[in-house]
């Protein structure tokens, strides 16, 4: 069975900038998920010469705007009977609104550049702002321009991962019958010394 970072890496591969902008988009919504990965694999991608640096900041941005409109009409529209409703799948309390209410209140739409930038919760912040009625235009700049900040750190982060992450695979790969001996010798330590303390229970 192919691994997740396996099937983000073909996704990637086989639809370039496409996938990027639509995985951001879903990200940019607040829903949670393994974002760092499609980073890892576009930035590997830059280094073979299949992706330009640049177009993958600004897909990712484009994609985690769109995701942020789509957010922000979600918490404008449905409200706080939508966060009761449908919020765990967000992992997101009404407890987290109420904090997101006054992290707006004591800053205004500012507030959703440092939520970004700072990796504060981003769900609460995206439907929160929809949720209080702030200016949509003004969420989107605010946003936007955190977006681009964070899309282009993580595209750096991206490439370089991607560059030793290969290189250190193929440094190992002579080794990978011993590595993998080694995690099951570790395992297989950890679960007896486990079944030890239980008996002496």
Known sequence: MESLGDSIYRLIANYGYIAIFICLAIEGTGMPGPIQLVFMAAGYLIGKGQLDFGLVAVTATLGNVTGNAIGYLIGAKGGRVVIRKYGRYFRLKEEHLDAVEVWFQNYGP????????????????????????MSLGLFLIFSGLGDFVWSVFWTYVGVFSGIYV??????????????VAALVVVVAVVLIIRALKYTHR
């Open 166 to 179: 290969a290189e250190i695979f193929e440094i190992l790969k002579p080794f990978e019958v011993l590595i």
């Open 110 to 133: 500012p507030a959703a550049f440092f939520a970004r930038i700072l990796g504060l919760p981003r769900t609460p912040t995206i439907l929160g702002a929809g949720v209080a009625r």
